[in-house]
């Protein structure tokens, strides 16, 4: 087994936007299991920096609320958390301010073990931030240039921009402080390991490459589903939506895992070009062929749940959508004629993201009798319980030829029995590491932008009204 490496140098993590939730539940939290498996060096300090005023000891409590243990992790569980949470401080202050970040330097070099640390700043702010952050944090001193050691590395959490314009800015304003090498894009959907598996499936076996296309492919159909609604995240929602809160980031990049060609080799630079060339072949659809709906309330699973429009932080006539379907082509020598359907919705009958590929069905002249078989078809389920399911036609023990739809289940959790690193752990490790293998190029995203920013401003100028389905929906 590849046994990652805890990274050799000391490093501090200056996490913008730490008393948040993103920060509290799922950075902070893999960090907490990277220290739990020894993978963060000893001198490792997390410097939480927020508007907010608390002391260390309230930024700690606030924390402690979501660090757990694996099961079956050996060791008091209680106590490694103390010990991690001993390697926590606070600042508070204005994002844009050069002086708020001379008061944090002014902490880093109180609690530092080790001087000249490498420094990690994390983003876990909205998009506005960014810029005017990377500018003070540059005025302050803070961020050591280029990719000498120590080093400074910025992470920038999605959604990067509402559209091809905003995402320019965003990355003009970052690039005037920290290069293309020292920034990482977080897209955690890269780091999910049935994401990941899609290139191993594709280009580590034989099998698949020589049916992987036009000829032998007749949809392809990418599905998400959530049974939760916004959970509270109104403000962020209503300016963004279901396209660009998922499609157009986490499906579209499943989308490039399935649809490139070969890397020419190993590495983030050939990976990142396979699939900016397929993002570049895909023309932008049309208003017209998204479906945007939006959950109204309704009963579901015991409880009556509020629908979009009632939730905190969105406006009574809201239209951002929450639910979105669309077909996209690839006008490549490959996938010319096949359809790639993306289906995503919040507040759905259940949580699934797969992906199914179907394959043209064979001559059923040979089978007269029996019918036609039912074509063969390829499941990557990536969320929850990851599997590969391909159903194949088998004959059915007896003395006729009759026909039967089987499959070849590939269950990761009875094969692979060891824990599945969540996606935010092994991303952070790849930063520290200074691995951009899992991180979406500037390249890629501006390209993802170029698909999607047409349609979804055509859509908005007209104030489109989304279809309601109720919360809890299975096809709305
Ligand atoms: C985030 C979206 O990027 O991904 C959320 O902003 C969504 O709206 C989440 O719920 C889903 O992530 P996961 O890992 O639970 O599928």
New binding site residues.
Partial sequence: MNVPAAPAEPVAVVLLGASGDLARKKIVPALFALFSQGLLPASFRLYGFARSAHTDAAFRALLAEHLTCRAGTPGDCAARARSFLDHCFYCSGAYDSPDAYLDLFQIMNDRDPAPGANRLFYLATPPSVFGPAARALGDAGLVQCGTSRPWSRIVLE?PFGRDRESFDRLARDTARVFREEQTYRID?YLGKEAVQNLMALRFANRLFEPVWNRTAVESVRIEWR?DIGIEGRGGYYDRYGIVR??MQN?LLQVLALIAMDRPVGPGAAAVSRAKLDVLRRIPPPGPDALRLGQYAAADFQGRTRLGYREETGVPPDSRTPTYAELVLTIENERWRGVPFRMIAGKALDRKL?EVRIRFKPVSADLFAPAGSPPPNELVARI?PDESLRLSIVSKKPGFGLDLAETALDLRYRSVFPADVPDAYERLLLDVMNGDKSLFPHADELAAAWDIFTPALREIEDRRREPFLYPFGADAP
């Fill in positions: 999605k955690h959530e809160d998922v986490h993201t969320q």
